[in-house]
């Protein structure tokens, strides 16, 4: 079988969503990867991180945030889509009507139920290889968000500790407990409109 390509893939795209299928793909070494859409909790960390990072960026003009619908392609002709990812404003001062032709600055696996760690972490470490300056590996089962940066050993973040990313985001920082979805209590919870 030869090697696929970005529009090899684009065609696999339409037809999933010609018969309503509700999957992403990304392309990695000329093989077409088909994954299924993500748990409920992993959807969830994905809106509050992004939402948080959004806040910040846009309003200072430092770049744009994209969710996993973004695609990349990368030098090596891969195309992945970043659970999250941040390009700084002066590597894409207009956004394409196409797929990112560059590799993120910043770019966030967030495990799903039937993730496996290892494979999200060699995303993580291909996306650094091939130029971001900084990976995220958010685990909601372990309640950690690992830090990784090219030539680094990765820092791995708890509970009410603090992430900043001062090469990408001057002056921002959540605490990790920000990205976990809320438990309402009875009372928040309460029918009554």
Excluded at 137 to 165: C, F, G, H, S
Excluded at 187 to 193: A, H, K, N, R, T
Aim: aromatic share 6%; proline share 6%.
């Amino acid at each position: 079988m030869s090697c696929m390509s970005v529009k090899d893939l684009e065609k696999v795209q339409a037809i999933l969503e010609a018969s309503g299928q509700d999957y992403r793909v990304e392309l990695e070494d000329g093989k077409i990867i088909v994954m299924g859409p993500s748990d409920i909790v992993s959807s969830e960390i994905t809106v509050l991180l992004s939402s948080l990072l959004a806040i910040w960026v846009y309003p200072r003009r430092l770049g744009r945030v994209f969710d996993s619908s973004g695609g990349f392609i990368l030098p090596n002709r891969d195309l992945k889509a970043p659970d999250v990812s941040f390009v700084r404003a002066a590597r894409l001062k207009t956004t394409p009507r196409y797929f990112g032709d560059l590799v993120p600055d910043l770019v966030v696996e967030i495990k799903s139920q039937s993730d496996r760690i290892k494979s999200l972490e060699d995303k993580v470490k291909l996306f650094l290889s091939l130029g971001s300056l900084v990976g995220l590996l958010i685990d909601p089962d372990r309640q950690t968000v690992n830090l990784y940066r090219a030539n680094a050993e990765p820092i791995i973040l708890r509970d009410k500790q603090e992430l900043t990313i001062p090469e990408l985001l001057p002056g921002w920082s959540i605490k990790i407990n920000e990205i976990w979805p809320p438990v309402f209590t009875d009372e928040e919870s309460s029918d009554c409109l």
